[in-house]
C-alpha cells in the first residue's frame, strides 16, 4: 500500500483565541496611472497633498460697521403732501371710474339702438309680406294667424290716419287758398261759388257738398277725425274753438263779398249752419 500523502506545508502551530491577537489583511496601496504631461517624462508622479483648511472667525473692534449690506432708509413725506397725493389719487381714480361709467353707457345705448333697427327692419319685412296677401309664421313653422291679423289690423289703421291726414291737409290748403294767403293768386277767387267754399264735412262719395250735409255729426268727424292720427298732440277743444274763430260771421264778409249772386245766399245759410255745428259741439266737448 501507498502511504497517504502528507500536506507540503509545515503544520501550524495552534492558535488560541484567548492568547494570539487577531490577523488583519491589509490589502496593498493602488497606485492610479498617471499620464505624463509630455513626450518623455516620468511614467508616475507623486500625488501632491492639499493642504487641510480649518475653520476661522474675524474678529472686529467694538463699534465697528457691520459687514452686512443696509437697507436704504427713508423719511416719511410730511402729512399735508400725504394729504395732496392721496386727494390727486382719488381724483384720478374717479376720473377713470365716471370715463368707465360713460363708456359702459354708450356701448349700452349703441346695443339698443343696433336691436330697435333690427327689430324695426324684421317687422318691416312681415308687414310687406303681409300685404302682398301671405300669412306669417312662427319660430316651429306653422302659420301665425294671431300675428297675422295683428298686422292686417296696423296696415288697416295706417290707410285710415293716411285718408283722414291727407283730407285735414286738402282743407286747409283750400282755406288759404280762398283767403289768398302763402302768395296765391287771389285773383282767381273773386267770383266764389258754393262748391269752392271748403266747407267741414264729409259728402257722399262722387257726389259735392250739399246744405243738408251740414250736419253737426259729419262737421264732428270732418273736424275731430284727424285727431285720432297717432302722434296728434291737438285737443279737441282747441279744434272746435280755432273753427268757431274761422268761421265767424264777422270774418266770413270778405268771402261773401266775392261770391256770386247766384250763390250768395246759399253760401250765406250754409255759413250759417256751420257756426250753430260748432257752437253746440263747444258746449258738450270737454278736451
Known sequence: MTAPLRSQWPAQPHLSSKTSPPIFFTPPRTMNPVTPSKIGGPLFSTPQSTPSRSAGYF???PGSPSTSVLSPSFDPPPTHQQDELAEADRKRQAALDEAYAERVARDAALRKSRLEMEAAEAYKGEVDWVRSGGIL????????YVRTEAIREELRLRALEKTLTERWTGYEARWTALVGKGGL??????????????WPTC?????SVALADLTVSK????????????GCTVTKKERVRSSLLRWHPDKMTGILARVVDSDSEAVR???????????QLNSRVES
Open 137 to 144: 309664421r312662427d319660430a316651429q313653422g306653422n302659420r301665425d
Open 59 to 61: 474678529a472686529f473692534p
Open 185 to 198: 293768386d287771389r285773383a282767381q277767387y273773386q267770383n266764389i261759388q258754393f262748391g269752392d267754399v271748403p
Open 269 to 279: 245759410q250754409g255759413i250759417h249752419a256751420v257756426v250753430l255745428c260748432l257752437q
Open 219 to 230: 262737421i264732428e268727424e270732418f273736424l275731430l277725425g284727424p285727431l285720432k292720427v297717432r
Open 203 to 207: 259728402p257722399e262719395e262722387g257726389q
